[in-house]
Nanobody
Framework: VQLQASGGGLVQAGGSLRLSCAIS????????VGWFRQAPGNEREFVAAISWSGSRTDYSGSILGEGRFTISRDNAKNTIFLQINTLKPEDTAVYYC???????????????????WGQGTLVTVSS
């Protein structure tokens, strides 16, 4: 299974971006997907996760109350999305998507739970 993240770029504060994660290869019948990000000088951190059916989503506690991030998926296209609105300079980071096979409708918030990772897409937010 290969993951290809895209959609990053340079955007002004207050703007929006939709990141995509295309999954190809041997596609698991059921797989959970997560988004993580790593800002310069920081460790990689969890952003959002979605279950294989899309019925469950999970967000980092630091962003949950803001309502700026929305994770979604289109299983027919094997693509997962991360919509980020009202971007802030502190959102600047490389965003990674990751996938893991699951047997239940789970969301996985921990890095170690994932088996496949994309190469990351850079989001830069200017003030």
């Amino acid at each position: 299974v290969q993951l290809q993240a895209s959609g990053g770029g340079l955007v002004q504060a207050g703007g929006s971006l939709r990141l995509s994660c295309a999954i190809s290869g041997r596609t698991f019948r059921h797989y959970a997907v997560g988004w993580f990000r790593q800002a310069p000088g920081n460790e990689r951190e969890f952003v959002a996760a979605i279950s294989w059916s899309g019925s469950r989503t999970d967000y980092s506690g630091s962003i949950l109350g803001e309502g700026r991030f929305t994770i979604s998926r289109d299983n027919a296209k094997n693509t997962i999305f991360l919509q980020i609105n009202t971007l802030k300079p502190e959102d600047t980071a490389v965003y990674y998507c990751a996938a893991a096979p699951v047997v239940a409708a789970l969301t996985l918030p921990e890095e170690y739970e994932y088996e496949q990772w994309g190469q990351g897409t850079l989001v830069t937010v200017s003030s």
